[in-house]
């Protein structure tokens, strides 16, 4: 009914609608809560930054004084407990930081207690009956992040003991659920103890966690073992529970069965701890190591090497890489192992590297299909890296010289690495010198007894050595003493010093077993590569190792395993003496006097070591040298002389002697006259066959007068038909003396066996029919009657006695046969090796020589063998000289001088005339570059020249044109003219 009165319209502000007060709060608690819950919902984000924010803004809202501040931090507590048992990525750490800010704010500003908060998670995280798995374990692990917000927030520095208690008893109650929850809660523990906040706890608070675990039967567990230790270290005077461990001390010797058993997650008997019941705690499969390794090797670490060493015998190595151990149980165990190297001590890793755990290793290594072919790989990469990145390089010291203790001959190829890596990381004078010298010493006692297992061992471990040299070629200053040191480095001296006395002498400590003769010649090998490295140094350091060599050699002549003859005693006397001639005056001589003497002195020293090696001829050598060096100035042939002694040396195939025949000739290059040149360039001609081999050797065919040398000589015949032959057809594969020089696909077949099945392929149906014909003429006469028998198989036993000696002659000349064409194949390897050798010290030549007019010698040799060769690499190595000359010449703006043009003008027509041969795109490029060359020196001497010379290009591609496709001059030859002389 109408009252009359006017409603109020809205808009009028003196108007008050009456709102009932509690409605009133409702609202503003909705409001309020609604802006808590976009805080929180914060807290979930992924970004850390964002995360931070919002824990700040959810305390700097709480902190406000406000009616509705209980109700909202009790809200805000139900949301955060909520929110850690979230399976989210970021939402237990977000939630759990800020879980733990409220919780200090609530139990400050609030009247909350400990015991109900406990009581609020336990219930709020206690997983439904019917909840799937993964829904109880993320409330369970939520539960366990909600105790570490309690311990976090400080609560504890002034709870009760009661309510400590209450806490610690909850902690345990769920650590004694799950195995992996035992774990959670251990970590957690172990962490809040070595925080700020567990630092500040009183001892009866922390007896109070102790007991817990005591009663609960978990203080013999991994994570028990961790809390004692850090509660009797980090609180000294509370007093642990009697009877538990030794002396109170779980790392006890007397303890360490028991320990063992713990830490493996065995059933662990636990009767002293819940008053005599029985009570076991089932093991549980392992995925990773537990902290509680971590914290426990981080003790015994400082324990000292004995305990140490002990703990880890037992407990790691025989225990858990026993062979009866299961593939789960090693798999952990190399996790332990990654760990331990990772973290122990350099003083401890010679514990660590144990034999058990370096078979299993191998083992698992030896198969791709081994169970934990992978797992075992990562402590091997742990090894090199704790050997590289350490400070200094003990750790890598210690690592790898324990491993070549253990290791056996033969390894898998990563094992092989890590030993060489580790030897790599070894950059302390110090270490490497405690390395080389346990190295030698590994090689007189390897511990094996056995004498063919001990001499693999050997063997391996003198590759150890030429593998330290190797690796150090980068950075040669640690072969010295300082970066301007001429004297040796203490490590390198022990190491030449002992392969020398194991390859050559029989002084020194004893030998078990004792050294075989294949033994002592694998380690002067291995002292060769040794110095073949050395030598490849400036010539004032390349010559120091070898005269070292020479002097331990010296020294150690009464017990020289192979006794020198008289002769050879004569000759090392004389060299000696020269020796020391050549150091005096090279340390007191001109610049260019001292380079020649230092030449000398590596000459001499390096011709002594083939004295003391016995090697063939080598007492003539060295006589040969002492005569150079005598009269190196007087004599008109010691030039030519010394020309053949390197000739000799880079014809070996040894990489050492060709460095030092490199190294000489690179100080005697300025002494090498017309005649010796010309030697070398008669090597370059000669042919690639057995018949070249023979003549450059001075070898004679031993079926010689069976009719061999007309054999040869057909050979011969072939091989000249077959020189000039189009390089660029061949394989890119070249094997020189072992090594790939260039490769570019992956062949089997190296050039020279392509090349030589390809002249033999119709000799070998040829020798085929051959055989098949005296095959059947030997049948024939043994009477066998194709009409009356077709097959021949009814032959009597006089047929068959008479039929013997026929079919063995056949026989013995198909064998002969198949040796003759083996040994074409190796003379032709043979001598393209010797050219590229001679290539080789004819760059060292050009880059000195190239102003000589004596150097012009060699552009129509080496145009010719870019076409004659049947070796791809040696025509390129032909033309890589040509080209280092060239480029010398113009960075330097100089060249020959050319005293006479009309003899140039005749090597220029040469090198047109190689133009008509044809051949290879090698070829055509060394021809016009030479040609180009001859050029600018005649035209710089006379601008009349250019004349003369473009008109032999003009008659050159007049026959080009005239014989078209018949003309095997390349057309490329004209293009870079034309180029050329248009430059002006």
């Not at 490590?491 to 050559?504: I, V």
């Not at 090998?525 to 002097?551: I, K």
């Not at 063939?616 to 040298?625: A, R």
Request: one cysteine or more; a negative charge.
């Amino acid at each position: 009914m109408a009252t009359g009165k006017k409603r109020p319209a809205p808009q009028d502000e003196d108007v008050e609608v009456a709102i009932h007060p509690s409605r009133k709060r409702r609202v503003e608690n909705g409001q309020s809560q609604a802006e808590l819950a976009k805080i929180i919902d914060n807290l979930r984000d992924e970004v850390p930054q964002v995360r931070i924010e919002a824990t700040k803004a959810l305390i700097k809202t709480l902190s406000a004084k406000s009616d509705d501040r209980s109700q909202n931090l009790d809200y805000s507590l139900n949301r955060l407990i909520k929110g850690v048992c979230s399976g989210a990525k970021a939402a237990r750490p977000g939630f759990s930081i800020a879980l733990a800010e409220v919780l200090r704010l609530g139990f400050t500003a609030s009247e909350w207690k400990l015991p109900g908060i406990v009581d609020r998670i336990i219930a709020s995280t206690n997983p439904d009956s019917k909840a799937h798995s993964d829904e109880k374990r993320n409330d369970l692990i939520g539960r366990r992040f909600a105790f570490q917000s309690v311990l976090q927030s400080g609560v504890l520095a002034n709870a009760s003991d009661n309510d400590a208690r209450y806490l610690f008893d909850a902690v345990t109650e769920l650590a004694s659920q799950k195995e992996w929850l035992r774990g959670e809660c251990g970590a957690m523990l172990y962490e809040f103890l070595k925080s700020k906040e567990g630092s500040q706890l009183k001892d009866e608070t922390v007896r109070n966690l102790i007991n817990s675990w005591l009663d609960k039967g978990l203080l013999k567990s991994p994570e028990g073992v961790v809390l004692w230790l850090t509660i009797k270290k980090a609180f000294p005077d509370v007093k642990l529970p009697k009877g538990q461990w030794h002396h109170n001390d779980p790392l006890s010797s007397q303890e360490r069965s028991t320990l063992g058993k713990i830490l493996q997650k065995n059933a662990v008997e636990a009767g002293e701890e819940t008053n005599g019941a029985a009570k076991k705690q089932s093991g549980a499969r392992q995925v990773k190591p537990s902290f509680v390794w971590d914290v426990i090797l981080g003790y015994l670490y400082k324990e000292g090497e004995n305990k140490f060493s002990q703990f880890w015998d037992e407990c790691v190595a025989t225990s858990v890489f026993s062979t009866a151990s299961s593939t789960e149980r090693k798999a952990l165990g190399l996790q332990i192992f990654t760990k331990a190297i990772g973290t122990a001590p350099a003083e401890l890793l010679q514990y660590v590297v144990h034999p058990n755990i370096v078979r299993c290793i191998l083992d698992q290594r030896a198969k791709g299909d081994r169970a934990l072919f992978e797992a075992a790989k990562v402590p091997l990469n742990q090894m090199v890296n704790r050997g590289r990145n350490d400070d200094g390089s003990d750790a890598a010291q210690a690592i790898v010289s324990k491993l070549l203790t253990i290791l056996p001959p033969n390894v898998d190829k990563l094992t092989r690495s890590t030993v060489e890596s580790l030897l790599a990381a070894i950059d302390e004078d110090d270490d490497l010198a405690n390395t080389a010298v346990g190295v030698i010493s590994l090689m007189r006692t390897p511990g094996l007894e056995d004498t063919a297992e001990a001499e693999k061992k050997r063997r391996m471990l003198a590759d150890v050595l030429l593998t330290i040299i190797r690796a150090r070629r980068g950075e040669p200053e640690q072969f010295f003493d300082g970066p301007e040191s001429t004297q040796l480095a203490e490590w390198l001296s022990e190491l030449l010093k002992g392969l020398t006395n194991l390859g050559y002498s029989t002084s020194g400590a004893k030998t078990i077993p004792s050294l075989t003769a294949t033994s002592q010649s694998l380690f002067r090998d291995r002292l060769m590569s040794c110095l073949g490295h050395l030598v490849d140094l400036p010539l004032n350091r390349a010559l120091l190792a070898p005269t070292f060599v020479v002097e331990t050699l010296r020294e150690a002549e009464k017990s020289l395993l192979d006794k020198l003859s008289d002769e050879a005693l004569a000759v090392l006397k004389d060299a000696r003496k020269n020796l020391k001639d050549a150091t005096k005056k090279s340390t007191s001589t001109t610049s260019g006097t001292a380079t020649y003497m230092q030449a000398f002195r590596l000459l001499l020293a390096l011709g002594m070591l083939q004295v003391y090696k016995q090697e063939p001829d080598s007492i003539g050598v060295l006589e040969d040298i002492n005569a150079c060096y005598h009269s190196p100035k007087e004599a008109g042939d010691a030039s030519e002389m010394l020309v053949e002694l390197l000739l000799s040396f880079v014809s070996k195939q040894s990489a050492l002697f060709r460095k030092l025949a490199e190294q000489v000739f690179a100080a005697f290059a300025s002494e090498v006259t017309e005649d010796g040149l010309q030697s070398m360039i008669d090597i370059l001609s000669q042919k690639e066959s057995l018949a070249g081999q023979q003549e450059l050797f001075d070898q004679n065919d031993e079926d010689e007068a069976d009719g061999g040398a007309e054999e040869s000589d057909e050979e011969d015949g072939e091989d000249d038909e077959e020189e000039e032959i189009d390089v660029e057809d061949m394989s890119d594969v070249e094997l020189v003396n072992g090594e790939v020089v260039e490769k570019e696909d992956d062949d089997d077949d190296d050039d020279l066996n392509s090349d030589e099945d390809s002249e033999g392929g119709e000799g070998d149906e040829d020798e085929e029919a051959a055989f098949d014909r005296k095959l059947a003429d030997a049948l024939g006469t043994a009477g066998m009657d194709s009409d009356e028998d077709e097959d021949g198989s009814d032959m009597d036993d006089e047929q068959m006695m008479a039929l013997e000696p026929h079919l063995t002659n056949i026989f013995k000349e198909r064998q002969k046969g198949s040796s003759k064409k083996q040994d074409n194949k190796d003379a032709k390897e043979n001598i393209v090796n010797f050219k590229n050798r001679v290539l080789d010290l004819l760059t060292v030549f050009v880059k000195s020589q190239y102003a000589k007019d004596i150097t012009l010698n060699l552009l129509h040799p080496l145009v010719t063998l870019t076409r004659t060769t049947s070796n791809q690499a040696t025509a390129k190595k032909a033309l890589g000289v040509l080209e280092q000359y060239f480029d010398t010449c113009k960075r330097f703006k100089t060249g020959p001088k050319l005293d006479s043009a009309s003899l140039h003008f005749t090597l220029l027509d040469a090198i047109h005339e190689e133009m008509r041969q044809g051949g290879s795109k090698i070829h055509a490029g060394a021809c016009s570059r030479s040609s180009q060359f001859l050029a600018k020196l005649l035209v710089a001497k006379d601008e009349k020249h250019w004349e003369a010379v473009a008109g032999r290009y003009v008659k050159l591609q007049a026959e080009w044109r005239r014989d078209g496709e018949k003309s095997k001059i390349h057309p490329s030859v004209f293009n870079e003219w034309h180029s050329w002389s248009m430059q002006r």
